[in-house]
């Protein structure tokens, strides 16, 4: 017994949005493989349209023969798709984001990078970097280890590092604290204050001129009113260094800066390795300061 079909319209519905078309169906010259579908169709209709149409044996030869051709075509115009889709997917490789060996970015989505910060900006300055050296600061930073800091010192860095554009550490008097601002009195009572008299001063307050006065004429002043008191500065070792009384075994003096206090030690003299004294005349010139 043979139920009938009942004509109650089923729930399922296709549309064309729950199966949309693959990218891949896309070639180069802008058609669709659906047009490629049609000409096969057309093709394959006339070879059946001449095996029918034909009689005997001839018939069948010629059908053959004609199927054999049609196989033929059809497989070269396999090749010609094949080679459609590999240009087609070179240039979905290619659609992507260029860049130049002149450092160039182009083809940016526009979804892809809002401003200059991202990403892509990052990229241009590495790029860029390669053949300019002054834009590996921004680009890719500095290697600590190259800045001459003593990356294995177990006290801070930061109250003296200056930063990486700095030629020389900061000083007492510049590195940044709050103070009320009557402590800030610098401004009104520079030009005021008398030049000291540094032939008076004891050694341990020139020591403090020479090291928090970096890269200042101070320093060199103070260096030379050590050297005339018969303290020499080691190039090497970075310290101040004089002889004992009444030794003559080798056995010195040297100003520890970290401790800041004076110890003695066995030392092997170079004299080439022992500074000059600094001319003070000529700074004196260059920075029309008086002494």
């Known amino acids: 017994m043979v139920k009938q079909p009942t004509s109650e ?70 090749i010609v798709d094949h080679q459609h889709d590999n240009s087609s997917n070179d240039k979905l490789v290619k659609s992507g984001v260029q860049t130049s060996p002149d450092g160039k970015v182009t083809n940016i989505p526009a979804s892809m990078v809002n401003n200059q910060f991202g990403m892509v900006g ?42 990486p554009f700095a030629d020389h550490p900061c000083r007492v008097q510049d590195v940044e604290c709050n103070v009320p601002t009557e402590y800030l009195i610098n401004y009104a009572i520079k030009d005021k204050l008398s030049a000291p008299i540094l032939n008076k001063l004891q050694e341990d307050l020139l020591f403090f001129l020479f090291y928090t006065n970096i890269g200042d004429i101070w320093q ?52 080439e390795k022992l500074d000059k004294c600094p001319n003070i005349s000529a700074l004196v010139n260059m920075n029309g300061q008086s002494v």
């Open 122 to 163: 990052l990229l241009t300055f590495i790029r860029a970097a390669e053949s300019d050296p002054n834009l590996v600061t921004l680009a890719l930073g500095n290697d600590l280890t190259g800045l001459g800091l003593n990356l294995n010192s177990q006290e801070s860095l930061h109250p003296t590092f200056a930063g």
């Open 220 to 271: 060199m002043m103070a260096a030379a009113e050590l050297y005339g008191r018969d303290w020499r500065f080691h190039i090497e070792e970075k310290i101040w260094i004089t002889r004992i009384p009444g030794n003559n075994q080798g056995k010195f003096y040297y100003f520890d800066a970290q401790s800041w206090k004076r110890m003695s030690k066995d030392f092997q003299i170079d004299a």
């Open 9 to 78: 319209q089923s729930e399922f519905t296709m549309s064309n949005e729950d199966f949309p078309a693959l990218p891949g169906t896309q070639i180069s010259d802008g058609t669709t493989n659906s047009g490629i579908t049609e000409n096969n169709l057309d093709g394959a209709e006339k070879t059946m349209n001449s095996i029918v149409g034909g009689s005997g044996l001839g018939a069948v030869g010629s059908g053959v023969g004609v199927s054999g051709s049609s196989g033929v075509g059809s497989s070269g115009r396999g």
